[in-house]
């Protein structure tokens, strides 16, 4: 029988819709591409008690193994079947894959079904008995991620797994294909302020306590932070403001409350608990109150044996020499490189999270080709 290719595989995949959180039937086809293959494949459901829903539950997980021989190492790849609601105003359906010219269109076609695809498609041109082969699914990373990687973990935990490495497919090329992976993610706070005051009116101040006043101190005094200049593999560290509100709908009265809300994206250099400490500090020193929600710590796989395996197979395969980033968002990463090694490598990102999101079909060919050297490589 003929190996399926990396396309027909995100095809596959692209044609079950599973905007986040997803369960069902994408996890069905998964399950359907890697039972021939040898895995043994556990899924389940987590955040799925009616209070979890709020949070972003319920959410489908998959986990296949495919073991080695005795002692042999253990390689394992990480990805979401979740995508983003696609939004209104595709040239096409978004959950039909359709090809045009030499682009694939669907969405999760980049980010990242078209990885996944990839990676499946790279199994074909393995043999069975190099190591040990497993694969992190979930279906919960574009949003909460609460009950998605870190479920799988605590899974893995439970049976004594621990890869001794993990890459990542999540789409890191920024202009061509294997120009960019990443080698470490910065972390990421976010921060609620709330100023409580007394509500009176604008020509009696000495009646009131403005609230904006004091939001206004607080927002201007951490603004004049500077976190650090940055270090060899990360970029500064930045803070900025993404909301207030009061929602007060009267000229003449002074407000009960304000509110503010900032996100920190940080080198490692600082945790998520020293930073919010730090706000909390200067927001209390003005009668403000804090409600930090960390959502990552940084972290950094530092340049060795692994990111030069995943940067031989990029530049023999595409030519391209790939440069080493901590650039851009999070990722599952931040999760899984607590207990192992981990690089992130895949698809360009140009269209990922768009309309009209697009893959070059020849960059699913060359992406398990890719895949397929680095596991071979990983596993000798």
């Known amino acids: 029988m003929t190996a399926p290719t990396a396309l027909d595989l995100a095809k596959r995949l692209i044609a079950q819709p599973s905007i986040t959180p997803a369960t069902g039937s994408v996890f069905d086809e998964m399950e359907a591409m890697l039972a021939p293959l040898g895995f043994e494949i556990s899924r389940f459901i987590a955040g ?12 489908e ?8 021989p005795a002692e042999s190492r253990h390689f394992a790849y990480a990805g979401h079947l979740d995508v983003v609601p696609p939004g209104q105003g595709w040239q096409t359906d978004p959950f039909v894959p359709e090809i045009q010219g030499d682009l694939l269109y669907g969405r999760g076609a980049v980010d990242m079904k078209g990885s996944i695809a990839a990676f499946v498609s790279a199994l074909h041109q393995l043999p069975d008995d190099l190591g040990t082969i497993s694969l992190i699914i979930t279906g919960d990373e574009e949003g909460p991620a609460r009950f998605g990687t870190v479920a799988l973990m605590d899974l893995m935990a439970e049976r004594g797994i621990t890869p001794d490495l993990c890459l990542v497919g999540e789409p890191t090329s920024v202009h061509r294909l294997g120009d ?15 100023v409580h005051g007394m509500q009176g009116h604008v020509a009696y101040p000495h009646n009131a306590d403005n609230p904006i006043t004091k939001l206004g101190k607080i927002l201007s005094e951490i603004d004049a932070i500077q976190l650090d200049e940055g270090t060899d593999w990360f970029q500064p560290s930045n803070i900025e403001f993404t909301d207030l509100h009061v929602g007060n709908p009267a000229h003449n009265v002074i407000p009960a409350k304000a509110e503010g809300r900032l996100s920190i994206r940080f080198n490692d250099r600082h945790t998520g608990e020293s930073l919010s400490a730090m706000v909390q500090a200067i927001v209390e020193r003005h009668g403000g109150a804090l409600k930090p929600v960390i959502s990552g710590e940084p972290f950094l796989t530092p340049p060795g044996e692994f990111s030069g395996i995943v940067a031989d197979a990029i530049r023999e395969v595409t030519g391209v020499e790939p440069e080493l980033s901590t650039s851009g968002g999070t990722s599952d990463a931040r999760f899984l490189a607590k207990i192992m090694p981990v690089v992130e490598f895949g698809l360009c990102n140009a269209t990922m999270h768009k309309l009209d999101e697009a893959v070059a079909v020849d960059d699913l060919e060359q992406l398990a080709k890719i895949f397929a050297l680095i596991v071979a490589r990983s596993l000798s």
Do not use: C, Q, Y
């Open 48 to 59: 799925d008690a009616p209070e979890d829903a709020e949070h972003g539950g319920p959410v």
């Open 61 to 68: 997980n998959l986990f296949a193994i495919r073991r080695g």
């Open 180 to 194: 960019m992976m990443k080698i470490g993610r910065r972390g990421s706070v976010n921060m609620w302020v709330t």
